[in-house]
Structure formats: C-alpha cells, structure tokens
C-alpha cells in the first residue's frame, strides 16, 4: 500500500515498466518467441531440427524448474541449452529474414486482454516500456509492429541474418539473454540507461522466477512494484 501510494502521488513521469514478454505480455497458453518459431510449418518435417530441439529441451527444461538447484547452479545449464538451441537453429532450421514476417502473424500468440490497450495508453502517456526477454528480439518486434505498438527497448536475443539474399539466419548477438539472468544493465541504447536513471518509480511484470530480478544491479528505481502472472 505504501509503494502504491508513492506511485500514485510522484505521478507518471517518475515511472517505467520494466516488463518480460512470453507468457507475460502474452496469455499464459501463448507459445514463446522461441515456440512459434519451431511451430512454423515449414519446420514441421523438418527432424533433424525438431528431434534435436526436442532432446537438448528433455535434459534442460527439468534443470530450469528443479527446486533442488539454486539459481547459481541453473546459470551455466540455461547458458549452454541456450547456446545450443540458437546453434540448431543456424544449422538446421533454414530460416531467412523472411520467415519472421511469417512469424508475426502466428495464431500462436496472444495478447493478454488489455495488454495493447495498456501500452497504448503507455505510450500516450510518455510512460517507458522496457521489454525484457529471454526470447528473439526480432520476433517480439515483428509482433509489436502488426499491432502498430512500440517499446522503448527490446533486451533479448538479436538474430543475425546474411546480408545478401536469401538473407539466411548466420549468428546471434553475443550477448546471450535466458531466464535467470537478464536484467536492466543490458540495455544497450544510452536513451533507455537515461530514462531508468531518472525515474525512480519500477513496475515490474513476469511469469518466471528469474522475471523478478530483472531490476537487480540498478542504482534506480528506488521503489519497485513486482507483479507475476499464473
């Protein structure tokens, strides 16, 4: 009550929403940026890159969600499940700049009811949006454009594509973003570091555990509101 008191009387120009996107932003039974790209049906005979995706997620998935292992003991097998689904995803899956226009259209993926009309009402309000995932950059942009809605900043994994047609998937951003480790010192523009150092008021939305660190290792905001999604 006392942090939602000071939101309310130091007003929206001293708040910033720091929010994940799967599952968060999305309904519960959406699937993950990661999901609608092994969803798509030019990958559906695909089983080289489907077995392979389906083994590397038997072994980690149970690691993530184990409550015998500490968050410190996760990090080096979420970094390498990571690694090694984006490595299959170069080798196997044959995907173009192309495809993730595909992708954006996915039934796959739902708003959560209001999600649009509250970063719309966000943006009208001069109010930061800060999307923090451990998904693909470029899939949750596509998505943000079909529905003519933007964020301040996308902190997740950037694709690197071939420049040259057919502009095939070659690598990704060196920065490796998963669920227990990504928080607001990754953000790479100076204009987002600038806003969260001025507001001193964080909304922080997740569905995960790792999603309620993700305002850790910053000098601001001062208070910070944690709400998880079921």
């Given at each position: 009550?006392?942090?939602?008191?000071?939101?309310?009387?130091?007003?929206?120009?001293?708040?910033?929403?720091?929010?994940?996107?799967?599952?968060?932003?999305?309904?519960?039974?959406?699937?993950s940026?990661?999901?609608?790209?092994?969803?798509?049906?030019?990958?559906?005979?695909?089983?080289?890159?489907?077995?392979?995706?389906?083994?590397?997620?038997?072994?980690?998935?149970?690691?993530?969600?184990?409550?015998?292992?500490?968050?410190?003991?996760?990090l080096?097998?979420?970094?390498?499940?990571?690694?090694?689904?984006?490595?299959?995803?170069?080798?196997?899956?044959?995907?173009?700049?192309?495809s993730?226009l595909?992708?954006?259209?996915?039934?796959?993926?739902?708003?959560?009811?209001?999600?649009?009309?509250?970063?719309?009402?966000?943006?009208?309000?001069?109010?930061?949006?800060?999307?923090?995932?451990?998904?693909?950059?470029?899939?949750?942009?596509k998505?943000?454009?079909?529905?003519n809605?933007?964020?301040?900043?996308?902190?997740?994994?950037?694709?690197?594509?071939?420049?040259?047609?057919?502009?095939?998937?070659?690598?990704?951003?060196?920065?490796?973003?998963?669920?227990y480790?990504?928080?607001?010192?990754?953000?790479?523009?100076?204009?987002?570091?600038?806003?969260?150092?001025?507001?001193?008021?964080?909304?922080?939305l997740?569905?995960?555990?790792?999603?309620?660190?993700?305002?850790?290792?910053?000098?601001?905001?001062?208070?910070?509101i944690?709400?998880?999604?079921?």
């Open positions: 009550r006392c942090k939602l008191s000071h939101f309310i009387t130091s007003g929206p120009s001293s708040l910033f929403i720091a929010s994940d996107f799967d599952r968060t932003i999305t309904t519960g039974t959406s699937n940026a990661h999901g609608v790209i092994e969803q798509q049906p030019s990958l559906a005979h695909n089983d080289k890159f489907r077995n392979t995706a389906l083994t590397l997620y038997d072994k980690y998935f149970p690691m993530e969600i184990d409550p015998a292992l500490t968050i410190e003991q996760k080096p097998h979420m970094q390498e499940w990571y690694k090694l689904n984006h490595q299959n995803m170069i080798d196997n899956a044959g995907l173009t700049k192309s993730i595909d992708v954006a259209i996915s039934p796959m993926v739902s708003f959560r009811h209001d999600a649009i009309k509250t970063i719309r009402y966000l943006e009208a309000h001069s109010t930061p949006l800060v999307v923090l995932s451990a998904g693909l950059a470029d899939v949750i942009a998505i943000f454009t079909e529905e809605l933007t964020a301040t900043e996308i902190i997740s994994n950037n694709m690197i594509f071939d420049p040259t047609p057919p502009h095939k998937l070659i690598d990704f951003s060196s920065s490796l973003l998963h669920m480790n990504k928080n607001l010192t990754m953000a790479a523009l100076e204009s987002t570091k600038e806003l969260i150092s001025i507001r001193p008021n964080c909304l922080l997740g569905d995960g555990l790792g999603d309620a660190s993700m305002s850790d290792h910053v000098t601001s905001p001062d208070t910070t944690k709400i998880g999604f079921l």
